[in-house]
């Protein structure tokens, strides 16, 4: 039989009785025992585990001194000598679920012990900590307080007792970015045959594939003074200069690249490379303006209609991308080209 | 089209002075082989190696596998177009030579060779490798040919394409006169749509992407009848022709298309639970309005043509080709079809939310119905112990323990469905 495992919980400000929106900024504190939510968390452990400390502390302070607030929560945890932690159900409260998120994560970093938590699929807390943390996933309102807790000590359970975790579906948890191949029954061919026969007899089936959740992109406004602006190339085609010096991947790229156009009037074949598993890159080699158009860039800015091509070009190898990998490369070229007055780009992929 | 398999099950394979058949036994002329291959002068000198499942041997750079099959009759053609001669494949009789498989290893010398185009797998003969795939229970005829000199890469695996099915054919016609072990039939008559008489059963049709166009169609790649299909329009087809040699590709095994798991799974319920109605075949176009052109000319000949309830549909490649099926898989829907798609994934997105793994197009929610035919990063690994033998180029850096994923040793997982693998979220 396993020891009795000690628990630390950690509430927001409202969970841990100290007050509502307007104690928000208190600082962490720790008591003795559980606490709220946390006397929940102690009845479904049973003997299994004892809730020997929660900490509180109020989702502004934590979220406006984020790594500050976790070192602090630490510090007064410590003492108590937790086996896990658990932090909420923050439930849909985004800066409470981000909070726990954090002090998960610090826990599992700092401490080196396990941290479970829970909350609602749309909490910002998930998409930013579900690759870190075991999250529970919950239903949007205290009302699903219970079945919230028993999920977590459901979670903490296997955790501990070195079970193996069943699939998200089963144990409740949110996919923690984990990706892998196993067997199933029959194969892929028996298994599309049989998943059309139920859809044509209107049987229920279970995809086993689903399609992914963009978010939408909202589009910029529109450059009023396209005469005065500054337009930026980029691409997804894999250009790179000779010699690939960046290392940038054919297929799975982990980075991009940044290359001047400084006294540039056109790009020569002998300058550059096309490094891309996903097309037949010879015509583009051929002729790198092909891909990344700087000849009739060069040629609008003496036509003044546009201000300026931008210094330089970026580039990267859209195969087989990770989708948040090309989210990331968005974000940091897009910072980049804001700072420097850049108000319109030209996108070319393959 | 009536197509009849004499099925002759092989159990080994030797070298003697004439190819013939004998209880079980395939033995081959191995310089009568060799002299056929190497007339074709993109090739230089063609070895050959045989290989008996069982051997602690490997077989590197594997670029195609090939059943060995022959049809019977005077006059009869083999994969049309590929080897010369145009004619009729799919009904009649084929002889096969089960238990057997011929592999061509890729043999270009130099960084070309060694590049993801031309890559090709492994084969193991014994060991966790051998248990995965099929040819790790075939006995191999394994075909080890050089490009000529000045031959381009492209030249060359069009070249050993050409071998590999030359060679399946030569080894197959000494069983055409011998009685079979076995017959399997494949027959879409009573056709339905001719019939009254028969019960009600959903009509199935299979849409097939055999080609993208991603990359440029290799000069006399025998894709299609001997064609390398650029331009292709999506095509009915009927389920005899894959199976009896009319289409090549280089991302499928010829052996597999040989042997399609979904058609022959679609035979296994035809006239039990649905009714097989045709094949269309089609490519996966590079840009937007030609993706809309083929997925309209392909839902409009399910849907008006074939008279299918119900469509499966399989892709060509990676991520781009997944544009044309969800394309297609919507019209099929909006025009009333019900569809069911089975996808190899490539590049998931691991930091997506959702419980199970994902396409990479999106807003055609009625296009639910979605099998995964695992990812080729997923693994599992497989720990391969060191050979004693190697057939192959790179054989010193392969002679050793590897960890490879099941998705490496060839034929272990497909486009088409034959691998029980599928990915999951965790």
Known sequence: MAKKLRVVHYLNQFFGGIGGEEKANTGPQVFGGAIGPGRAIQKAMGDHGEVVATAVCG???????????????????????????????????????????????AVQEKLGIRAVTGMYEENPGVEIYHKDVWIIQTGDSIRSMNEAITRMVNLVTKLTDGEKMGKPSEDNYFPRGIVVNEEADRTGAERVVDMLLKKLRGEPFESEVVQPKHLPVVPASRITNIESAIIALV????????????????SNATKFGEYSLSGIQTLNSADYDVNHGGYDT????????????????????????????????????GVSTRAEMARKFGQAIAAELIAAGVSGVILTST | MRLELNVINIKKVQFTKKTGIDKGMLSINREELQKILEEDTRLGSVDIELAQPGEKCRITRVFDAIEPRARLGNGSVDFPGALGKQGVVGDGKTCVLRGAAVLTSQCFTGAEGQSRRAAGGIVDMWGPGAEVGPYGGTCNVVLLPSPSQGTSLSDYLVAIKIAGLKTAVYLAKAGVDLTPNET????????????????????????FQIFSNQQLPLPGDPVFYGDNIDGIVPTIIHPNEVFDGAITTLSIDTYLLQNHPILKELYRNHGKSLYLVGVIITNAPNNGPAIERAATIAANQAKFILRADGVILTKYGGGAPEMTMGATAQKCERLGIRTALAIQHAGLDTAEISLKPSTIFTDTPEVDAIVSLGTNVGGPDLTLPVPERVIGMDSVQLAKELVRQVSQIKGATSLIGNSKLMTVRY
Do not use: H, S, W
């Open chain 1, 235 to 250: 691409t997804d085609g894999g250009l790179v200069p000779i010699g690939n010096p960046d290392k940038i991947e054919a």
């Open chain 1, 282 to 317: 010879a015509l583009v080699k051929q002729n790198p303006n092909r891909l990344v158009p700087v000849d009739a860039m060069r040629q609008m800015e003496k036509d003044k209609v546009i201000g300026k091509l931008y210094e330089k070009f970026y580039a990267t190898a």
């Open chain 2, 184 to 207: 399997e039939v494949y027959d879409m008559e009573p056709f339905p749509l001719t019939r009254r008489d028969l019960p009600e059963l959903p009509r199935v049709a299979y849409i």
């Open chain 1, 59 to 105: 989702d502004n302070y934590f979220g406006e001194k984020m790594e500050q607030a976790a070192d602090e929560i630490i510090d007064l945890i410590r003492p108590y000598k937790p086996d896990i932690v658990i932090a909420g159900p923050a439930f849909e409260a985004g800066r409470y679920g981000v909070a726990c998120g954090a002090i998960c994560k």
